[in-house]
C-alpha cells in the first residue's frame, strides 16, 4: 500500500494568512492526488485533483503543485470559511490512500 | 443535481451485521463508480473498497476482505455496503462517493453513522 504523509498534522494561521500543506507519498504517484477539506460534521470536499486541477466552484486562493512523491497545497490567503481539516489522497493504485490530515485553526 | 443520499443512523451489536445504502441522482448511474471510505469518531478517511454500478464487479481493502460485500440494483440507482461480524472498532461514519473509476470523488453521500455496542 502507498502511504500518505501530511505535514503539519495542525497549524494556527490568521485570516489572510498564506498557508501551505504538505503531503508526501512513500512512492510515485504521477500526479495522482487529490486535496480535500472537510468540515465538522460534514462530508469532504473536493478541492483539487490531478495535483494541480481547481474544482470547479472552489475558489481560486487554493492551489496544488507537486510531481513525484512530494505535493502541495497552497491557500494564498486564509479566509474564515477556511478553517477546517484537509486530507490529501492518492488514487495512482488501490487501495486508495488518504493522508492523516492537517486540521487549520485560527489563531 | 447529483445527489447521493445515504441511509440513517445505525446501532449495532457486537458480531452483528450492518447494511447502509446510498441512492444516486441527477446522473446516470452506471457511468461512474461508487466508493466507500470510513471514518471513526475524531479520525481521518479509511478507503473500504469500490464497486462498478454497471457489472456489479467490486475490490474490497485487503483489511475487510471477508467482511465487506457491496452490491448494486440499478433498477433503483441505489448502491449498498455491507459489513458483518463487527466490532467496537467499526464505530464510524460510513460515505459514499463517487468517481470515475479510482479518482478523485467529487460528489458524497451525507454520511451513516453506525455505532457498534453492547
Known amino acids: 500500500d502507498i502511504q500518505m504523509t501530511q505535514s503539519p498534522s495542525s497549524l494556527s494561521a490568521s485570516v489572510g494568512d498564506r498557508v501551505t500543506i504538505t503531503c508526501r507519498a512513500s512512492q510515485g504517484i504521477s500526479n495522482s492526488l487529490a486535496w480535500y477539506q472537510q468540515k465538522p460534521g460534514k462530508a469532504p470536499k473536493l478541492l483539487l485533483y490531478a495535483a494541480s486541477r481547481l474544482e470547479s466552484g472552489v475558489p481560486s486562493r487554493f492551489s496544488g503543485s507537486g510531481s513525484g512523491t512530494d505535493y502541495t497545497l497552497t491557500i494564498s490567503s486564509l479566509q474564515p470559511e477556511d478553517f477546517a481539516t484537509y486530507y490529501c489522497q492518492q488514487y495512482y493504485s488501490t487501495p486508495e490512500t488518504f493522508g492523516q490530515g492537517t486540521k487549520v485553526e485560527i489563531k | ?118
Open chain 2, 1 to 118: 443535481q447529483v445527489q447521493l443520499v445515504q441511509s440513517g443512523a445505525e446501532v449495532k451489536k457486537p458480531g452483528a451485521s450492518v447494511k447502509v445504502s446510498c441512492k444516486a441522482s441527477g446522473y446516470t448511474f452506471t457511468s461512474y463508480y461508487m466508493h466507500w471510505v470510513r471514518q471513526a469518531p475524531g479520525q481521518g478517511l479509511e478507503w473500504m473498497g469500490i464497486i462498478n454500478p454497471s457489472g456489479g464487479s467490486t475490490s474490497y481493502a485487503q483489511k475487510f476482505q471477508g467482511r465487506v460485500t457491496m452490491t448494486r440494483d440499478t433498477s433503483t440507482s441505489t448502491v449498498y455496503m455491507e459489513l458483518s461480524s463487527l466490532r467496537s472498532e467499526d464505530t464510524a461514519v460510513y460515505y459514499c462517493a463517487r468517481a470515475l473509476s479510482g479518482g478523485w470523488y467529487n460528489y458524497w453521500g451525507q454520511g451513516t453513522l453506525v455505532t457498534v455496542s453492547s
